[in-house]
């Protein structure tokens, strides 16, 4: 199973980007996806995630300003930022939960994508 992230960039604080990353392998099911992002010295945080239900959780720090959204058909998780600050410059990986195999040989996944930089300028 891979996850192939993309849509990072360098930009002023205001402005807004979307992150995509995109599952594809054996995946038999996914069930949480999310972002987190680390900056060099800190721990990786949670930015955001999403369950199969829809149901999302946001860390302190991006309520109100990031949305995080889902296609199951595509195995595809979004984060559309919006009023970045200079704050949330760090490299944004994506994760995901995946169940991996088929039905007769399934195998627990915590998957993790490449990291995409971020940069937020003031």
């Known amino acids: 199973v891979q996850l192939q992230a993309s849509g990072g960039g360098s930009l002023q604080a205001g402005g807004s980007l979307r992150l995509s990353c995109a599952a594809s392998g054996s995946i038999f099911r996914i069930d949480e996806m999310g972002w987190y992002r680390q900056t060099p010295g800190r721990q990786r945080e949670l930015v955001a995630d999403?369950?199969?239900?829809?149901?999302?959780k946001y860390g302190d720090s991006v309520k109100g300003r990031f949305t995080i959204s889902r296609d199951n058909a595509k195995n595809t998780v979004y984060l559309q930022m919006n009023s970045l600050k200079p704050e949330d410059t760090a490299v944004y990986y994506c994760?995901?939960?995946?169940?991996?195999?088929?039905?007769?040989?399934?195998?627990?996944?915590?998957?993790w994508g490449q990291g995409t930089q971020v940069t937020v300028s003031s």
């Open positions: 999403i369950s199969t239900d829809g149901s999302t």
């Open positions: 994760n995901a939960k995946v169940l991996a195999g088929t039905i007769n040989s399934l195998q627990a996944l915590n998957a």
